[in-house]
């Protein structure tokens, strides 16, 4: 089946990357011809340091990179099986962009669109036949990353649906399936990891080196909240806040917070600027933690209850199953354990008791416990 790609830039060349490695003929367009000249060039110099690295052979590689067709209108998609879609987040042009493709090609290809924030439902509604739409949301890498969420609109066929996960977990992915939310799984049920470690760090309980320190060593995260700011970009991840914020009807949980609202406001971006919650200048002294043990089970036990309490909640709403939310965080974000499993051990009754206490402290709706830990007294998973 012949895929088509809309949009080169970071997502689109690396899904483009990912469909023609799993032996696909693959149709890459982007309406900037220099991002589709960037696109193959930035593929012939992956590709020439993967066979450095011998992950393959010069002629796999060639083939790889032969199998993708940069092309200078959509009018080439006539005979692709599944379109994806990547370009840029609007979603007047997007919705766009899908009318006119629909034109051109069969009555049977799947359209799909890669966006993170945009209603997978308002998109399909872009074109006629909205039921051959879904949502393919890639993480970035996305060759490497091994995450899909799948989001059907509500209008998307169940065939389309089925056809669409297994051809994603054909190309060695896991393969969650997400109902249309805002962030979906991984974008919403992270918002924790950054709004509880800002909230402690604004209210003067501990700095980004401590916390960090403390969700690294004490918790087993790869990265502690503040680098992963700083490494994301806090511009970047400030928008992503707010906008789960606003998509949420301005629910307490995901208040996006001043302190790295200032930062992005400052250029202090992070790792990109040079600056963020650390200084990345050349010589400048990285903050030492306070490393005491016991204070920073307090600061990992307060972001874990609340990464758990999000967790649930998206199962509570059935957003997802347990099993793909546990999986989205563990393969999405690299989380050490799935935040449902890691409920089970902990138990669940701590973990109602850990949240309350919580409340009680400050009687705001941010720290309410989801009714799925006062229901259940374990996850299946
Ligand atoms: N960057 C990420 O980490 C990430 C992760 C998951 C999903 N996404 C989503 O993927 C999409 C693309 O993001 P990106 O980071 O690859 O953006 P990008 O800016 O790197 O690339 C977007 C490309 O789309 C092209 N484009 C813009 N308008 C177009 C049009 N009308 N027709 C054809 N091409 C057009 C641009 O020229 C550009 O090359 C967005 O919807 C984004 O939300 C991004």
């Known amino acids: 089946m012949t895929v088509g790609v809309i949009g080169s830039g970071t997502m689109g060349s690396g899904i483009a990357q990912l469909a023609a490695t799993a032996n696909h003929e693959v149709k890459l367009f982007d309406?900037?011809?220099?991002?589709?000249e960037n696109s193959k060039q930035k593929l012939e110099k992956l590709m020439a340091r993967l066979v450095e690295k011998g992950k393959y052979s010069e002629e796999e590689a060639k083939e790889i990179q032969g199998r993708i067709s940069y092309v200078g209108s959509l009018d080439d998609f006539s005979d692709c099986g599944i379109v994806i879609e990547a370009i840029i987040e609007d979603l007047g042009i997007k919705s766009k962009v899908f009318a006119e493709l629909e034109s051109v090609v069969s009555g049977d290809c799947i359209i799909a669109s890669n966006t993170s924030s945009l209603s997978i439902t308002s998109l399909a509604a872009s074109i006629s036949d909205s039921n051959r739409f879904i949502g393919i949301h890639f993480f970035n890498p996305a060759p490497l990353m091994k995450l899909v969420e799948v989001i059907p609109a509500i209008q998307t066929d169940s065939k389309v649906l089925e056809e669409t996960k297994s051809l994603i977990a054909s190309w060695g992915k896991v393969v969650v399936q997400v109902k249309d939310t805002?962030?979906?799984i991984v974008n919403k049920v992270a918002r924790p990891f950054y709004g509880e470690a800002l909230r402690i760090y604004e209210e003067g309980i501990a700095d980004p080196a401590t916390i960090d320190w403390a969700m690294k060593e004490l918790g087993g995260f790869r990265?502690?909240?503040?680098?992963?700011?700083?490494?994301?970009?806090?511009?970047?991840?400030?928008?992503?806040?707010?906008?789960?914020?606003k998509a949420f009807y301005y629910d307490g949980r995901y208040k996006p917070a001043f302190a790295q609202k200032r930062l992005a406001e400052a250029g202090y971006l992070g790792r990109k600027s040079g600056r963020g919650y650390y200084n990345y200048a050349e010589g400048a002294e990285m903050p030492k933690p306070n490393t005491d043990k016991a204070f920073g089970q307090k600061i990992l036990d307060r972001i874990l209850l609340m990464l758990i309490n999000e967790a649930a909640d998206t199962l509570h709403l059935g957003i997802a199953?347990?099993?793909?939310?546990d999986l989205a965080m563990t393969n999405g974000?690299?989380?050490p354990k799935g935040l449902l499993a890691w409920a089970n051990e902990i138990g669940i009754e701590k973990v109602v008791k850990g949240l309350d206490e919580l409340f009680d402290e400050y009687h705001e709706e941010r720290y309410r416990c989801s009714p799925a830990l006062r229901k259940l007294s374990k996850f299946e998973i």
Do not use: C, H, R
């Not at 909240?225 to 992503?240: H, K, Q, R, T």
């Not at 199953?321 to 939310?325: E, L, S, Y």
């Open 31 to 36: 309406a900037n011809q220099s991002a589709l």
């Open 182 to 184: 805002p962030g979906f």
């Open 223 to 245: 990265m502690g909240p503040f680098e992963l700011m700083d490494f994301i970009g806090n511009d970047v991840n400030y928008a992503v806040t707010e906008s789960v914020f």
């Open 321 to 325: 199953t347990a099993k793909d939310i």
């Open 333 to 335: 974000v690299n989380y």
